[in-house]
């Protein structure tokens, strides 16, 4: 598997999903019940890795999907971490 896109959704605003997140260089939207997690993962072993840390810090996953190339999700929430610019905190 070559680099891809990915997208993971976590119940709840969560710190947790923020930092880990981070780590792998994602950005990171927040809404009122969720947070969401995207960019690009290198290989199947960071999409392997990125899906432990979420079950080892207790996260519950409640989505993870495959993006197409190019542009940024839709998403509700606003980006408070990650690529996009400096951390805002909602």
Do not use: C, K, N
Not at 6 to 19: H, K, N, Q
């Amino acid at each position: 598997m070559s680099e891809a896109r990915y997208a993971f959704r976590v119940r709840g605003r969560t710190s947790d999903a923020v930092l880990t997140a981070l780590q792998e260089g994602l950005d990171v939207e927040v809404d009122p019940t969720s947070t969401a997690m995207h960019g690009w993962l290198p290989d199947q072993a960071a999409l392997s890795g990125m899906l432990v840390r979420i079950r080892l810090l207790g996260l519950e996953l409640i989505e993870v999907r495959r993006l197409p190339h190019g542009g940024q999700p839709v998403t509700s929430g606003h980006i408070v971490a990650g690529l996009a610019g400096p951390p805002r905190h909602p």
